[in-house]
């Protein structure tokens, strides 16, 4: 098989481009998955994709044919979703946190990612420091526990897609894909999202309306699905196609700061998640607002 002719469809520039209705997209993602596809269609899908942009139900094909690939955890409800992707660059990355502090909401918490860019320091390092290894296979989660699944556990394919950004230095559909996807056998399960530009927000929110997604949507930290612990941000709810604003956006001017550490090293992020877990150190306000917000959310 060959993907050709979606491409002569997609690669026509901004103006020229067809869009793939929701069938396309789920037979042109299950081949790029299934390793059907040569180095250079996927170049060429990854591409034409970044100049045209994917619609909602291009996603919607996307996850479908993801969701049909991936070695699912076994989950019961109440469980949560957290993709981390982009790690930190300048600030301390804190999804870490955000886990645990649900967790010890009774929650089960996965969380699941890869390492996209060389230089940033992962959540994966920053649980590995904490004691928390990162699954070599598919497993139940329990409540109260938090999991690290790696991509290429989950479906290797896609990792494969993620990894196409290292070769040709630009996101593509994996990336916003990943941040969607739900790697549970809980249909239920919330999915915490994140962008980082405008208008992935809009494109991110159409695609859950459309899927009926349940999930939470924020503007993240540096591309993590964790708010920025210096000021909370607009937080949305998605279930069964509604949208529910939760959390507006913290307005005027800072006050206080919380006291984040200087360096964004694994072991001292780590640290400072401990600290903040055993009480030494206090919750920053937008982590707690994401976390009411979570166990809002669950309830919708």
Do not use: W
Request: aromatic fraction near 4%; glycine fraction near 8%; hydrophobic fraction near 45%.
């Amino acid at each position: 098989m060959s993907i050709s002719h979606y491409i002569k469809d997609i690669g026509r520039g901004r103006d020229g481009a067809r869009a793939l209705d929701r069938a396309q997209a789920a037979d042109l993602m299950g081949q790029i998955l299934d390793g059907h596809v040569t180095d250079l269609e996927l170049g060429a899908f990854c591409i034409a994709m970044r100049i045209k942009g994917e619609t909602d139900q291009e996603m919607a094909g996307f996850l479908d044919a993801t969701h049909a690939r991936l070695q699912h955890i076994g989950a019961s409800s109440p469980v949560v979703v957290l993709p981390s992707y982009n790690g930190a660059r300048k600030l301390p990355v804190l999804t870490p946190l955000l886990a645990h502090l649900l967790a010890r909401e009774g929650l089960a918490v996965v969380m699941h990612g890869t390492a996209t860019e060389s230089t940033r320091i992962s959540s994966q390092e920053v649980l590995s420091a904490m004691g928390v290894q990162a699954l070599t296979q598919a497993r139940a989660v329990q409540v109260g526990e938090v999991v690290f699944a790696p991509t290429e556990v989950l479906c290797p394919g896609l990792k494969r897609l993620l990894d196409v950004r290292r070769v040709v230095g630009l996101r593509n559909p994996a990336h916003s894909l990943v941040k969607l996807m739900n790697p549970t056998t809980t249909a239920d399960a919330l999915l915490v999202s994140s962008y980082t530009h405008p208008e992935y927000a809009l494109s991110m929110a159409a695609t859950l309306e459309l899927t009926g997604a349940r999930a939470l949507l924020l503007r993240g930290t540096e591309g993590e699905v964790v708010a920025d612990a210096r000021r909370t941000p607009q937080m949305d709810a998605f279930a069964h196609g509604t949208r529910t604003l939760l959390v507006e956006t913290q307005a005027g001017s800072l006050v206080k700061l919380p006291e984040l550490p200087t360096n964004i090293d694994a072991a001292t992020t780590a640290r400072y998640t401990q600290a903040v877990l055993s009480g030494e150190l206090t919750v920053p306000e937008p982590l707690a607002a994401q976390v009411q917000a979570v166990l809002n959310a669950l309830s919708l």
